[in-house]
Each structure stands twice: as C-alpha cells, then as structure tokens.
C-alpha cells in the first residue's frame, strides 16, 4: 500500500506516552496523516499513543496509533536510535494549519510506504 500524502522531512521534539509510560524522541519526517519517530525504545505495533509535538513556539497534541517499527541493530547499545511509523487518528487544528504551512516551504519526502 502507498502513502495517500508524501511526507517532509522535519525533525521536531516529541514527548511520547502510553498507559503512564513517557519517552522523548525526534520526528524524521511528517504528514498530515502520519509520521515517523526516531527513539531509543518502541512501542508495539497497534499501540495508540499520546504525542505532544514541539514546532516553533506551540506544542500540539496528537493521538496515534503504530504501524510499523524498526528495531535495533545492535543488541549491545541501548543507545542506537530506531523508528516507528505512526498513523495520525486524531490532532488538534493547529497541528494540521502547521502541516500546510511548512508543506509549502519544503520539498517532499518520502512517498512510499504503507498509506497514511
């Protein structure tokens, strides 16, 4: 399946939580519908999380769920950066006014992933 929305490549702070359990990390790149997340720890496929996104002076909040990850290389270093793919369920208005404003001042990024 592919991606309905090519994404850009952003890389914004993110504070990730689910059930009480918190963790930081940076987007890699960002939709409407969807985004990726470089952290040192992954959420299970299927986890809806609450994400609280850091763009210029404003934080928007975002409820998603993942469908896809990528897990560490090295067993050894818990420091190596992995990634998941997150499926946009719901954001706040300004998240997706944000979306179209950055969209015009940058060129695309990826376009071939699973569709969202």
Same mark, same amino acid.
């Given at each position: 399946?592919?991606? %309905?929305? &090519?994404?850009? /490549?952003?890389?914004?702070?993110?504070?990730?939580? /689910? *059930?009480?359990?918190?963790?930081?990390?940076?987007?890699?790149? %960002?939709?409407?519908? =969807?985004?990726?997340? +470089?952290?040192?720890?992954?959420?299970?496929?299927?986890? /809806?999380? !609450?994400?609280?996104?850091? +763009? +210029?002076?404003?934080? #928007? &909040?975002?409820?998603?769920?993942?469908?896809? $990850?990528?897990? /560490?290389?090295?067993? =050894? *270093?818990?420091?190596?950066?992995?990634?998941?793919?997150?499926?946009?369920? $719901?954001?706040?208005?300004? #998240? #997706?006014?944000?979306?179209? &404003?950055?969209?015009? !001042?940058?060129?695309? +990024? %990826?376009?071939?992933?699973?569709? #969202?």
């Amino acid at each position: 399946m592919k991606r %309905i929305e &090519a994404r850009i /490549k952003k890389s914004l702070l993110v504070d990730i939580s /689910k *059930n009480g359990l918190e963790q930081m990390g940076v987007t890699v790149n %960002i939709s409407r519908r =969807g985004m990726c997340i +470089a952290t040192t720890e992954i959420f299970r496929r299927r986890s /809806k999380l !609450q994400i609280l996104l850091a +763009a +210029a002076d404003d934080i #928007y &909040a975002i409820k998603g769920k993942v469908i896809w $990850h990528m897990r /560490k290389r090295s067993e =050894g *270093n818990d420091n190596v950066p992995v990634g998941m793919g997150i499926r946009i369920e $719901h954001a706040v208005p300004g #998240y #997706y006014k944000y979306i179209s &404003a950055i969209k015009k !001042q940058s060129p695309p +990024a %990826i376009k071939s992933r699973s569709g #969202y």
